[in-house]
């Protein structure tokens, strides 16, 4: 579907996009995370707060940069998280605002949660209305120990008009479809297209004005 490149990898990129990943403390977001960035697996501890990562990619046939925002699941950092998304359209400076909620298929309140919890969330606090959802069940590794049936998932990811895909951020198993395939829907939506675009155009014409700024020049200081 899209060949990755590394994180950080050189040159311009034609579309910029912002993905904000929510669920539960402990369902594997920034596992997931990881193992999208960097093609390994490791053990994570719980996210304080707000992180991110940029991943470049190419999907087809445009060069994609995602900034991947990685929110505190916990309920004492739920205020953190409330202000982001209040100022979500002023802190990406016009790039398109994705989210995807995750959950873990072996914990069942998890998969609860996003109805009761984080899909009034995002309804709440979303002022983009043309965003694209993502509903991702993790940890499919442990499938002895599921509590949450693949039908169940993709029937709520049909109520509340999500793309759903289950994967394992442990075996890496749909791990980068998960981006790609959200990537492919966002560059559909108009709207989404024209913002992502705007910040690609922006990259480009900033590193053109960079290549042609002379250097300063330094002086040794004795």
Known sequence: MGSSSGQG????YDLSFKILLIGDSGVGKSSLLVSFISSSVEDIAPTI????????LT?????LKLTIWDTAGQERF????SSYYRNAQGIILATSDNRTA???????????NLSDVWAKEVE?????QDCVKMLVGNKVDKDSERAVTREEGMELAKEHGCLFLECSAKTRENVEQCFEELAL???EVPSLLEVGSTA???????????????????????
Request: proline letters at 2%; charged letters at 25%; glycine letters at 14%.
């Open 185 to 187: 829907k966002i560059m």
């Open 78 to 81: 739920r205020t953190l998280t």
């Open 200 to 222: 690609g155009k922006r990259n480009i014409l900033k590193q053109k004005s960079d290549q042609q700024s002379p250097q300063s020049g330094g002086c040794c200081s004795g």
């Open 124 to 128: 709440l606090y979303c002022s983009n």
């Open 9 to 12: 990898s050189g040159g311009g």
């Open 49 to 56: 707060g707000v992180d991110f990562k940029i991943k470049q």
């Open 59 to 63: 999907v087809a046939g445009k060069r």
């Open 102 to 112: 995750v959950y873990d298929v072996t914990r069942r309140e998890t998969f609860t």
